[in-house]
C-alpha cells in the first residue's frame, strides 16, 4: 500500500520504530501506529462509499 511503502521509504522504516517503542515502552507486541493507520484509511473508505451510496439515492440512483 502507500502508506506502508512511504513508511519504509520516506520517513525511513519509521513503522518498525514504532513496534520496538511499543514493545519496550508499553510491553505490547503489536504496532498500534501503524493498526491506527489501517484503521483510518478503513473509516475513510467507509466513508467514501456512504458518500457514493447517498448521492446515488438523491439523484435517483441512475448515476447522474
Aim: proline share 0%; no cysteine.
Amino acid at each position: 500500500s502507500v502508506v506502508r511503502k512511504r513508511m519504509a521509504g520516506v520517513l525511513g522504516g519509521v513503522s518498525s520504530a514504532a513496534l520496538y517503542h511499543f514493545r519496550k515502552r508499553w510491553k505490547i507486541d503489536n504496532n498500534l501506529y501503524e493498526e491506527s493507520i489501517k484503521y483510518n484509511i478503513r473509516q475513510m473508505k467507509e466513508t467514501v462509499m456512504e458518500s457514493l451510496l447517498q448521492l446515488s439515492i438523491i439523484s435517483g440512483g441512475n448515476g447522474k
